[in-house]
């Protein structure tokens, strides 16, 4: 199982938010499993898989954490590598736009973190 994992300085509501986000943008279908990760058919580059997208509180912002559970039949193992870099890409550049570049207000305090 290919995976990706990424640091991200915001909270992890607001990564947790961006991950619906994104996908609801990309026209994916989604889940929640039994760990609390999101699961979700999406199409990447024309090539429909199935990820596993997660969030975890970390010292110095959130970690996400995107791996391909049911890859594209066909899909090399550089192909997979790609899909889940471009979706971790997504979700942190969703955040970038939102929180940085559109001057969104956030306030990154752990007391806040859920």
């Known amino acids: 199982m290919c995976q990706v994992k990424r640091l991200l300085p915001y909270v ?12 609801d943008a990309e026209g994916a279908e989604y889940w929640k499993n039994e760990s609390g990760a999101v699961v979700a058919r999406l199409s990447v580059y024309g090539n429909v898989s199935t990820f596993s997208l ?15 559970s049911d890859p594209c039949p066909g899909l090399s193992a550089k ?27 956030f306030v990154q305090d752990r007391h806040y973190a859920v």
């Open 12 to 23: 992890r509501r607001y990564v947790q938010m961006a991950v619906y986000d994104v996908l």
């Open 54 to 68: 997660s969030a975890e509180i970390c010292d110095t912002g959130t970690g996400l954490t995107v791996s391909v």
């Open 79 to 105: 192909g997979e590598e790609r899909a889940v870099t471009a979706v971790a890409d997504m979700v942190a550049q969703y955040l970038e736009n939102e929180l940085m570049i559109n001057r969104r207000c």
